[in-house]
């Protein structure tokens, strides 16, 4: 193999690996996507990093837990080719949208809102400085193996076998064409359940794992005024697989209150700790009485929730106990969208193929869109 081949390889490799860690958010995955298709594609960088890929690691005690939520710090292995490996195999992960940076984020993070923040974050204080060791040792390997000669053997490209080895109790392994079985969410015992919804959604497949069960509750608080945005949401939630019997929405049969029950006493057992709340936020909204108890109920009892703006309200216009200090999202805003989606579905532990997500979003969109452009 010429030396120039593989010297050219590393190049163009580092230079997608900094355009991964200069990407804005939404170039984010597709400039993830770039790294790992030349990783498995070159066959100088395949080489060199499969030994890291199919290397066991321990992501159990990986990030530490206060409380079996909140993360104090990623504990990374002090070796530094366990430590690359381990990184690698997570960004593997995120780009497989098994796990997700920006949630595990938030949990070191809890007073940063903001995304496309979050995701920065992770990858400047985790990824970026474990990436430049990667640097360095490529660097090291050009320089000793490389640069005094023309020809090399392919054997040389070897250069993690013999010093990667498999950690003690390790629990899972990472590679193209190997099964992967993760424990990563999995932060402490007590809380493993919780840990699984909140670390993103996976995309294996169009069926929930843990479907049958999960018996957590959407609820869509609303003005009636707004039903026809409500419709499409609900078409939404149903089209990507979630029971009719999962969803709570008062402005529709089927969904609704079931006659002869109290209004508010219904209201009050449907809104528990283990509901998630939809708030479609608009000036109706605000003018609706019930819908500002329904928040209000929220708050009290801790519920997870999303505001979803409908324009034209904006983030200075909200109010009450759920302010424009809350992680907000606007119900037409496609890149917002797919964070409300990958956190709707971690909460509830399903699964989702990213493509019908795609397709579901842009139909979704179009009827929105229209909506908002005959209401205004």
């Given amino acids: 193999m ?7 390889a590393i190049r163009d490799f580092k230079q997608i690996a900094n355009d991964y860690l200069q ?24 080489q060199i ?12 005690n990986l990030f530490v837990t206060s409380n079996g939520y909140w993360i104090r710090h990623a504990n990374l292995p002090i070796d530094k080719n366990e430590r690359i490996a381990t990184v690698l195999q997570l960004m593997e992960m995120e780009n497989k949208r098994k796990i997700s940076f920006e949630n595990i984020s938030s949990r ?3 007073r940063e ?25 490529l660097d090291d390997f050009i320089e000793d193996e490389i640069e005094s000669n023309d020809d090399v053997s392919s054997s040389v490209l070897n250069i993690f076998y013999g010093n990667v080895t498999a950690q003690q109790g390790a629990n899972f392994t990472v590679g193209q064409h190997v099964t992967q079985k993760t424990n990563i969410e999995k932060i402490s015992s007590e809380q493993h359940n919780i840990n699984r919804q909140r670390l993103g959604f996976e995309s ?9 069960v999960n018996d957590r509750k959407i609820f869509i608080s609303h003005s009636t005024e707004d039903k026809l945005i409500v419709e499409p949401l609900i078409d939404l939630l149903e089209g990507l697989g979630l029971r009719s019997d999962s969803i709570f929405c008062s402005s529709f049969e089927g969904y609704k209150i079931p006659y002869g029950e109290d209004f508010l006493g219904f209201i009050k057992k449907e809104l528990s700790e283990n509901t998630i709340v939809l708030f479609l936020l608009s000036e109706n909204f605000y003018n609706s009485p019930i819908c500002m108890c329904e928040m209000g109920a929220t708050w009290i009892k801790s519920a997870k929730h999303f505001p979803i703006l409908i324009p034209p309200l904006t983030y ?9 200090q809350t992680q907000s999202l606007v119900i037409n805003k496609s890149n917002e969208l797919d964070g409300f989606i990958t956190q709707l579905f971690g909460e509830l532990d399903l699964s989702l193929k990213i493509e019908i997500w795609n397709r579901k979003k842009e139909q979704f969109l179009l009827r929105i869109n229209e909506l908002l452009n005959t209401c205004t």
């Fill in 113 to 137: 809102k903001s995304l496309p923040r979050l995701l920065a974050i992770f990858n400047q204080g985790i990824i970026a400085p474990v990436i430049r060791d990667l640097f360095v040792k």
């Fill in 204 to 212: 294996q497949g169009s069926k929930y794992a843990n479907h049958e």
């Fill in 316 to 324: 200075a216009n909200m109010k009450g106990v759920i302010s424009s």
């Fill in 49 to 60: 990093t499969e030994p890291l890929m199919n290397m066991k690691v321990d992501i159990d």
């Fill in 23 to 46: 990407s804005h958010y939404d170039s984010h995955q597709n400039n993830l996507s770039r790294f790992f298709a030349f990783i498995y594609e070159n066959e100088v960088i395949k």
């Fill in 108 to 110: 070191m993070n809890p």
């Fill in 2 to 8: 010429k030396s120039v081949e593989i010297k050219r």
